[in-house]
């Protein structure tokens, strides 16, 4: 199990600016956001997963969400 946050600021992305999902496991990725810009998702065995529960839990960014292209790959879109 991994544990799952998303970066509650946009980045630049090439359709728009989304919100990244992220693999807070320590090593898992080097462009994990601060601390304090890091939103709850939860441990799920992956990202797929993650996702999905990052959808019902924060529907006002849903549409925004995309998998980190470093360690979300199979959940990366843009
Ligand atoms: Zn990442």
């Given at each position: 199990m991994a544990k799952y946050i998303l970066n509650q600021n946009q980045q630049d992305s090439a359709s728009g600016a989304n919100n990244e999902l992220h693999?807070?496991?320590?090593?898992?990725?080097?462009?994990?956001?601060l601390s304090s810009n890091r939103l709850d998702v939860g441990y799920f065995s992956n990202c797929g997963e993650a996702m999905a529960e990052a959808r019902r839990k924060y529907p006002s960014l849903s549409s925004r969400l995309d998998g980190c292209y470093y360690c979300c790959p199979t959940c990366h879109s843009e």
């Open positions: 693999d807070e496991t320590p090593g898992a990725c080097n462009r994990l956001p």
